[in-house]
């Protein structure tokens, strides 16, 4: 009885603490166009990201990084490892979980904000930004004043607010998407370079809101080009080459294997 | 009701050619009974029955026709109506028909009848016990304007998928402000299957619900015999807030003064002159002979009988 | 910036989007609908073939591949359309009980087709009632399943229009006289009125202007998330599978080839045939 109960106290303090844990990770595409060629991403990842923190992926653009977000996010399979991610009071394996389980860690656990919004036709900047905290359970009303005052925030023009972001330029859409991915209360946010078409101000208010998740205990992985921002927010830097670089051997050494 | 060969002697005597006693064959005849027995054991289901040539064109009333000659039988008293008329071709002609072939007594008289073949009309005197009423049909199928495809309505039948049926309705209040359905209004038999009354008004429905007498209906192009049993509930479709309703008259019948009646408009004349008369002559005549009189009656056309039962009422009235 | 004041004169066309909270979502929900190794075939010709997935409440699943695929014959083998040459097909029925959808009686599956499911046809003249007008087309379902009151029925069409973006003042009209959007809009409403829990749609934006397909799939977005409707969508297009559905499933000469969350088969793919199909996209 003990052990149990305290075996699921460790469980749940690894929810809290750690939620997002990976274990050798690896990542090939295979394109079926190009002669089912094997492109190795990156192989042996590993590492956790902790609660309050804002781990950054580092590494020279195509090295991977993203590929490392989208398969947290559930978007990019992984072939093989372990991506345990916390769910209310567990750890779900999201490189085999079904897609409804994928589904349920994204509305409640990760939140994501991409490098481009991907928009609904018709849907107003207001209601994309509030989208996915209606979808936590946030009544809509209220997520809508949210959503209003961290566009306003962001400094997008309040006349924009009713129009569909389809036509938007690229640091307007961003900004969009920036509000709609921080306005939720996931534990655990994955972010894909969401300064990179910001000017000065609105990287300024983008620290700040990283800063506020930090301080509400949220995990962070984030990739940032900008030198000046990393230095302002991350708390450790993940090298992703070091992973490509695995990844390269392994290709090789299987390669070599194939060929002997 | 039984029926009977001709006797030889008869057929014999060579005054027509040889047909058997109400022109179908036997066997025809049992095969039309079957379909009319297993009509009447399943309220308002309408029973497919090998529908035969007869002398006379589709839309003449073959079907009934066919169903009449199956059931008469010699001590039968045959009265034959065309929209309530005793004396329309229609009427006449097939009076005339089963005279000849079965050589039963006919009659216009509503309360002698035994059989009574109609197209479009109910009686106006009330049907008794014992009586068989025989409808002409022409399209059997309630949801054929609906549902084109037979082997669908079959199975709406069968599966008691009547939505559309209320879409009918539906389509007349939402166009005319109420249900303008007013002859072959839809009716559910027994609670279970959905059938058209044949053309009659709707204001004959009524009479169909708890009816004494047995209601057998025939489509001979269509090939359909149905049929409601005595003392069977005839309910007409209708919406809880728009509930069914019969038409109703303003003025009396013209010449019988009669109300309550369903009455046909006459055209006088070309100066918009009209009169409203009973549908159902009989009924009509028969109260004229009791010496009931109308605002138009033209008392000229009056038999003496009738006049001087007038004259011996009103000398009683005095 | 003028980019922008054209878009606000676009918006007056634009409706009020209904931000709509989905269902909520539970993990140990059991599966509403079940499909084993359903097969077709067309003689010697294979419609489909051992085809098997689950379905879960509020879950919007994707049907693509290219015409011939077997997608509609999947589609019209699940809805019980057509009889499958076997395999079987197990739905969960409002009281619970998982049945198998074949071997209910004629009138059970028609009430159940016409209550808890709903069909949508690519072309709204199969679905819809083009000579009676839309209130009736509307109020259909619910006089199927006994509704009485001709002001309840029409309140309740008005009110659907109102909801698939009809103007209250077309319900007389018959939707022979509504453009091809205003038709498939009608379509789902006629299906939607009695509160199904299952809906099927065959290429549901098929043949409609990209403007007007934009709204058609706006509209049954928010609807299927208002409503926690499951819905099984057949498209060749995968910009709708990917607006629209949360799981996919690809389908090539009648077999599943690749199955898996909506994004992740779109932006990552498997299988030879899938990545073909996603390189064959065009670009706006």
Redesign the interface.
Known sequence: MENTLSSSNTLSSIVKTTPVILTDVAKN?????RG?VSIPVVAGVNFALRAGECAVLGGPSGVGKSSIL?MIY????ANCGQIMVAYRETMVDIATAD??????VR?ETVGYVSQFL?T?????AL?VA??AL??Q?EE?TS??DKAGSMLARLNLPE??W???PA?FSGGEQQRVNIARGFLTNHPVLLLDEPTASLDAANRAVVIDLIREKKKQDVALLGIFHDEDVREEIADAIIDVAHFAQSAKLTGERNATQRAG | MTSAPFSSSEAQSGAIADYNFAYLDEQTKRMIRRAILKGIAIPGYQVPFASREMPMPYGWGTGGVQVTASIIGPDDTLKVIDQGADDTTNAVSIRAFFAKMAKVKTTTHTGEASVIQTRHRIPEEQLHEGQVIVFQVPIPEPLRFLEPRETETRKMHAVEDYGLMHVKLYEDIAQKGHIATNYAYPVKVKGRYIMDPSPTPKFDNPKMNQSEALQLYGAGREMRIYAIPPYTDVVSLDFEDYPFEVQTFEEPCALCGGTGVFLDEVILDDQGGRMFVCSDSDYCEDRRAKGHRGALSPDIYESEESLSAQISQEGADA | MTRHMDMTHAGDHLPKTSLVAPRPMDLSEKPLLQVRSVSKYYGRRIGCEDVSFDLWPGEVLAIVGESGSGKTTLLDCISTRMTPTSGMVNYRMRDDTMREVFRLSEAEKRFLMRTDWGFVHQNPADGLRMTVSAGANVGERLMAIGEQHYGDIRQTASDWLEQVEIAKDRIDDQPRAFSGGMRQRLQIARNLVTGPRLVFMDEPTGGLDVSVQARLLDLLRSLVAELGLAAIVVTHDLAVARLLSHRMVVMKEGRIIETGLTDRVLDDPQAPYTQLLISSILQV
Request: proline share 10%; charged share 25%.
């Open positions: 595409f295979t394109m079926h166009l089912s989208k559930g978007n990019y399979s897609p409804r389980t994928v589904l349920a509305r991907r609904m036709p018709r849907v107003p209601d509030a989208e209606v979808e359970g809509v997520a809508r006349k924009l009713q129009l569909p036509t």
